[in-house]
Structures are given as C-alpha cells and as structure tokens.
C-alpha cells in the first residue's frame, strides 16, 4: 500500500550554512516528529524559519535502506 508511512526514521534539519535546526523521528503513519536545536545559546523556533533547508535521513527503519542524498525544502 502506496499510503503508509514507515515509522522509526530518524532525520535532520540543517541550514544552507550545515547548522543543525532541528532533529527528527517518524511515528505511525510517517509523520516527523520535530525537536529544535539549540544554537548559539537559543532554542530555533521552527516556526520562524525561512529560506532553503536540507534534511538528511540519519537512521533508516529496520529493514531499509538509508537515503544518502537528502532532501532540499524552502
């Protein structure tokens, strides 16, 4: 089935700059779980963010391969 996600991914956030933003874990269904860094002394509010963001897959679920590449948002 095409509509499940996989849970138990685990990913990250990093700015064009690399800077950590934030790090992930999938659950049921597929869906990101988001928890912010800490940069420079404050917690990023992932809400305020704006402009182009990369997110690389660290962890892969049991039985599947990694995606190497990663992903550009903006």
Known sequence: DDDVGLSGAEFE??????????????GDGGAIEWKPATVNGNTVNLYALNGEFKIYETKAPDGY??????????
């Not at 956030?13 to 999938?26: E, F, R, V």
């Not at 391969?65 to 903006?74: E, R």
């Open 13 to 26: 956030l990093k700015n064009t700059d690399n800077t950590l933003i934030a790090t992930g874990k999938s």
């Open 65 to 74: 391969m990694k995606n190497d590449s990663g992903w550009t948002v903006t």
